[in-house]
Structure formats: structure tokens, C-alpha cells
């Protein structure tokens, strides 16, 4: 077994190193063991990432218990929610790439020789995967669970996005202020990652698909027992990894990222997987593009309905046998022979797995859908491409025709909204939020919400150059590329062009001749950018396009 952590522990020449260690309490014993990395996001900000530390004491006690010494360090991490619908927003998808960074740079400075990753939630995990791929060492990842369900709302367990579709019935007056304040205490009864399918339990389940997580532990929640003992096998289990010279990249490859492709749209995941799994291609030296998401996308049924596609949450999707029972019973379209964190297959992981619950998890022979849960749209509104969630829009919403309401920022939009100025028939189109607009490319997740809690959700669409939370509904359209901040079509549309969506036929089009698209063209005048100085004016100036999953290029 090689360890690049002998490199800078052997003694006379590196003592200095060794006493370092020491002052914080390692002894000689610690110091012959592998070093093994946790990359621990654990915070008091994001209930997906509050149990970590918890969590991480399993992990470490499993390292311990097959050989290793633990070596634990910060990560920092955003709540999605949080940072919702004001200027935070603009930060979050940024995170990602400060995340890949940031673990990069500890694991190379420090010479350590694993990785584990302990995250749950939107860019932390993705940005953790990211990270996996670029050091290409022995790594898994550990997530914390989803939370669970709350009281019950509108017809289900409620979610964090219940309180956002209470604000828009309190506004119309469908339930009154005592009702709404009830539901604020009630909806998120534990910590954990959003009980819904959202972008965060997708990618959980992502990197379970992908085989860097143990079989079974994306959908675990929160407040299980059994979250606790998955984290200590996968602290024994990165040790076996080491041992085995198992690198990351013998699972991140592009076996393993289709194989997450085709599970995340047979279960609707979040639109957001179009930015996420190029970017971790990108980093693991596999291009994806979106041709190769629509062509698994077209040919994967859709076969588990979670909300926001239905009322069963995410725990309910892990007592139905979560992604071990979809992989199963999608097991012929995938890489069967995938390794995986186990030292197993793919096919050999999922062997003993069973659907458990038939009105959430189907066969491929009675599927909810022909057709997986995501969609690449191409038309003269979204020349590259744009991206929308049919699993999540209801039949009569998948061709929809009407006239523009332009806004150039996601709070003009929702103000509107609240107002009562959108009206029925029209489409809603949010421009300037993409990467380098927004810049960092904002959720319209509140305008839907609001939209929804009108009345409106299934008699208005949203088009945008940004992105939307995975938890959305309704009819939507994002990732439209060129952005409107690149002088993509979406900046010349103005109030009352008529707008075509039309999901089954892949097409996204503004109804008006090519002439006046580029007469319109040449009269559009790039605006100041809305960040002149820090981080955010860094990556409006570096992020590449939706298309390209808002990666920033490193590699020469």
C-alpha cells in the first residue's frame, strides 16, 4: 500500500512535520496509520449539514476500527433555502467551485492519503464530487439523510417549500395568518437535507448512482440510527479502498456518470443535474454534454414519483427501497459492471434489492412514463439549449402558448406576482440570472412558489436564464442558453411576444421572425454588471454557460 503521507512523515528529514502533528495530540501510532482525509461541511447554518458532526464521529471511529487515522477539516457550505429570493442567492452555485478548491487544496498541501466527504445538501455535494474526480485519490461520500416530513398541508407532509406556497395562498387569501404561522412551526419537524426531491437529495442519490457512496445511503434520514452505522462501514471501507488502490476515478468515469444520469432522470431528479454531472465530467476528464442527457433522458422510463412530482417525500422513497430498487429494476440500461465503493459492481451492489412500495417505485414494464424526467429544449429562444422537469408538470402543461412578461432580475418577478400583475396565459420570463448575468445563476424557486400559492401554477409558464429548485412544479423552462447577459435571444423578447413550449416536440421558440429576432439582436446593449469587485465579479467574468454546466476551465 503506497501512502503519499510517508512522503512528509519520514524521519530525520521530516520531523518537523511529525512534531506538528504532535502538538495537536497524534502519537507515533496515529502518525504509521494511512492519513485519512474527512472533509467535514458540518455547520449551525444548514439544517441538511447539523448532524455532521455526529456523523463524522462515526466515520472516524470506522477508520479507526479498519486501520486508518482520522484527519478532520472544515468545509464550508450555503443554504439554498436560506439564501432564497434576495441577493444571497447570487452566491450559492458560486460555493461550488470555492468547495472543489478549497478540498483540493487541503488534501494536496497536506499530502493526506483518502478522502472522505461528509455533505448533503445543493452545491456542497456536487462541489465535493467535483473535488473527487480533479485528486482522483481513494474517496467516498457520506451524506447526512433527509429530514422528515412535517405536518400535513395541501394534501401531503409538508416541506420547507409549503411555507413558501403558504405566503402565496395568505396573499389571495385562501388561509389566514394563524394557519400560516402554525405551518411555519410545524413543516420541518427534524434536520436533514429538504425532505422533497430538490437538487440536494438528488445529488445524494446522484453519487449513490454513481458508486461513491455506499448502496442504500443516499436516502437514509437524518434522524435514523441506521445513518450513524452507514457512516462507520463507510469509514472502514475507505481504508479497504486505500489497501485496494481503488482511486476515484475508477468510479467517476463515464460508466459511473451515465449510470447517475439514467437514475436521475428514472426517478425526476432536479433540473440542476445539468449543471452538476458536466461539471463533475469536466473535472474526471469525461465531457458531457447536454446531446448525451436528452439521448438517456429519451430512452430511460421515468419509474419512481417523489415530490415534487407526487405526495410521497423523500423518506417515503427510501422505505420503498430507494436507489438500490430503481437501479435494480433499470439494471439493463445501465453499466452493470460499474465498479463501485464496495469493490463491488453496480449489478452485483443491487442484487438483493426490491421494490417495496409500487406506488412509488414502478417497473419498467408499467412505468410512470416512457420517457425520463428531464428534458433538453432547443428552439430561436434557447439556440444551445434550455432544460425543463416533465416529471414534474402535469400532461396538459407540456405544450403551452402565450404572451411575454418580461423582468430583468428574479425580485421584480416576484413582486409582480404578490401584486397580482401576472396574469393568466402568460409567461412569466425572468432574464439576466444566468452565470455571468445573475451573476451566479439564481433559482426562480420562489416566483413558481408564488405562482402556485395564486392559483397560477397551471395557468401561467416561467422562462429563464436561470435555474430553478428541484422542488419546483408547474410549468418551467431554465438554463436557457445564451443567457440574456451574453446577448442570448431571451434579452430581445418583450412584453407580449408569443412564446412556444413544447416539451414532447424538444422545442423552445419566441414567435417572431428570424429578421426582427436579428434586427432586435443588433440593437441590444450589454449591461453594467451588477457585481464590479469580490468573488462574484471573479466568476461573472470566468463561469462558462448553462450548456457547458457553469464550469469554470482550469484545465490547460
Request: charged share 25%.
Amino acid at each position: 500500500m503506497s501512502l503519499r503521507s510517508k512522503d512528509i512523515l519520514e524521519r530525520p528529514e521530516w520531523s518537523m512535520n511529525r512534531a506538528l502533528y504532535k502538538s495537536m495530540g497524534y502519537s507515533d501510532y496515529d502518525l504509521e496509520r494511512p492519513l485519512i482525509g474527512v472533509a467535514n461541511s458540518w455547520n449551525r447554518i444548514v439544517p441538511g449539514h447539523y448532524n455532521l458532526n455526529l456523523v463524522s464521529d462515526y466515520v472516524k471511529q470506522g477508520i479507526c476500527q479498519a486501520g486508518g487515522t482520522p484527519v478532520e477539516f472544515g468545509v464550508i457550505a450555503a443554504c439554498d433555502g436560506i439564501a432564497q429570493g434576495h441577493k444571497g442567492m447570487h452566491y450559492i452555485l458560486p460555493t461550488r467551485d470555492l468547495i472543489a478548491n478549497d478540498i483540493e487544496m487541503m488534501i494536496e498541501a497536506h499530502r493526506l492519503d483518502a478522502l472522505v466527504l461528509l455533505g448533503s445538501c445543493d452545491k456542497i455535494v456536487p462541489g465535493m464530487l467535483m473535488a473527487a474526480a480533479r485528486l482522483d485519490i481513494p474517496t467516498i461520500m457520506v451524506v447526512g439523510g433527509p429530514m422528515e416530513g412535517g405536518c400535513e398541508f395541501d394534501g401531503r407532509a409538508a416541506d420547507t417549500t409549503s411555507v413558501t406556497e403558504g405566503l402565496g395562498m395568505l396573499k389571495a387569501g385562501k388561509i389566514d395568518e394563524a394557519t400560516y404561522r402554525r405551518l411555519e412551526d410545524c413543516a420541518t419537524p427534524t434536520c436533514g437535507s429538504c425532505a422533497f426531491f430538490g437538487t440536494a437529495n438528488t445529488m445524494c442519490c446522484v453519487a449513490e448512482a454513481m458508486g461513491l457512496c455506499l448502496p442504500g445511503s443516499a436516502t437514509i434520514p437524518a434522524s435514523y440510527a441506521d445513518r450513524l452505522r452507514s457512516a462507520q462501514e463507510s469509514g472502514r471501507q475507505i481504508v479497504e479502498l486505500l489497501r485496494a488502490g481503488t482511486t476515484a476515478r475508477k468510479i467517476l468515469n463515464k460508466k459511473g456518470i451515465e449510470n447517475a444520469i439514467r437514475v436521475s432522470t428514472a426517478v425526476g431528479g432536479s433540473t440542476n443535474v445539468a449543471l452538476h454531472i458536466p461539471a463533475i465530467g469536466y473535472e474526471a476528464d469525461c465531457e458531457v454534454t447536454m446531446d448525451l442527457f436528452e439521448r438517456l433522458c429519451r430512452n430511460t422510463p421515468y419509474i419512481a414519483k417523489i415530490y415534487p412530482a407526487a405526495a410521497p417525500n423523500v423518506p417515503d422513497f427510501h422505505h420503498a427501497g430507494g436507489v438500490p430498487a430503481v437501479m435494480k429494476e433499470i439494471l439493463p440500461l445501465l453499466h452493470g459492471d460499474a465498479l463501485t465503493v464496495t469493490g463491488k459492481s453496480v449489478a452485483e451492489n443491487v442484487q438483493g434489492a426490491e421494490i417495496l412500495d409500487n406506488h412509488i417505485i414502478k417497473t419498467m414494464d408499467n412505468p410512470w412514463g416512457s420517457e425520463g424526467g428531464l428534458a433538453i429544449l432547443r428552439g430561436n429562444l434557447a439556440p444551445n439549449t434550455a432544460i425543463t422537469k416533465p416529471a414534474a408538470i402535469v400532461p396538459d402543461m407540456h405544450r403551452f402558448k402565450g404572451k411575454a412578461r418580461c423582468f430583468d432580475s428574479e425580485e421584480s418577478a416576484d413582486q409582480a406576482i404578490l401584486d397580482g400583475k401576472v396574469k393568466e396565459g402568460e409567461v412569466v420570463v425572468i432574464r439576466y440570472e444566468g452565470p455571468k448575468g445573475g451573476p451566479g445563476m439564481r433559482e426562480m424557486y420562489k416566483a413558481m412558489k408564488l405562482l402556485y400559492g395564486r392559483g397560477l401554477a397551471l395557468k401561467t409558464a416561467l422562462v429563464t436564464d436561470g435555474r430553478f429548485s428541484g422542488t419546483n412544479n408547474g410549468c418551467f423552462v431554465g438554463h436557457v442558453s445564451p443567457e440574456a447577459a451574453e446577448g442570448g435571444p431571451i434579452a430581445i423578447v418583450r412584453d407580449g411576444d408569443m412564446i412556444t413550449i413544447d416539451i414532447p416536440g424538444r422545442d423552445l421558440n419566441l414567435d417572431v421572425s428570424n429578421e426582427e429576432i436579428k434586427d432586435r439582436l443588433a440593437k441590444w446593449e450589454r449591461p453594467e454588471p451588477k457585481f464590479k469587485n469580490g468573488y462574484l465579479a471573479l466568476y461573472a467574468r470566468l463561469a462558462e454557460s448553462a450548456d457547458k454546466g457553469a464550469i469554470i476551465r482550469h484545465r490547460l
